[in-house]
C-alpha cells in the first residue's frame, strides 16, 4: 500500500496558485474573444450607419434633383403664360390704336378738318 502524502501549507499554496493561473489565462482569452466580438460589432454598426448614411444622402439629392426639375417645370410654364397674356396685350392695344385712329379719322371728316 502506498504512503499517502500529507500535504502542507506550501503545497497548497502551490496547487492554489496553479489553479488561480489558469483561472487568470482563462480571464485574458476571454477578454479576448469579447474585444473581438466587440470589435466587430462595432465595425458592422460602423458600416451599417455609413450604408444609411449614403442611402438618406442619395434620397436628398433625388429629392433636391425633383425639386429643382419641378422648380424649372414652373418658371418655364410661368413664362409662357406671361409671354402669352403680353402678346395678347399687345395685340388688344393695337387694335385699340387702331380703333382710335379711325374713331379721330371719323371725328375729324364729321367736323371738316383733314
Do not use: C, P, Y
Given at each position: ?64 434633383k425633383k425639386i ?27 387694335r385699340l390704336e ?17
Amino acid at each position: 500500500m502506498a504512503k499517502k502524502k500529507n500535504f502542507t501549507i506550501n503545497d497548497l499554496a502551490v496547487k492554489m496558485d496553479v489553479g488561480f493561473k489558469g483561472v487568470d489565462l482563462k480571464f485574458r482569452v476571454l477578454d479576448l474573444k469579447i474585444d473581438n466580438v466587440a470589435e466587430r460589432i462595432t465595425k458592422e454598426t460602423d458600416a451599417k450607419i455609413d450604408n444609411l448614411a449614403i442611402m438618406v444622402n442619395k434620397g436628398f439629392e433625388s429629392i433636391d434633383k425633383k425639386i429643382e426639375d419641378f422648380r424649372i417645370d414652373v418658371t418655364q410654364r410661368l413664362e409662357h403664360i406671361e409671354q402669352v397674356i403680353l402678346d395678347d396685350h399687345r395685340e388688344r392695344i393695337n387694335r385699340l390704336e387702331d380703333q382710335v385712329k379711325e374713331l379721330q379719322a371719323d371725328f375729324r371728316a364729321l367736323v371738316g378738318k383733314k
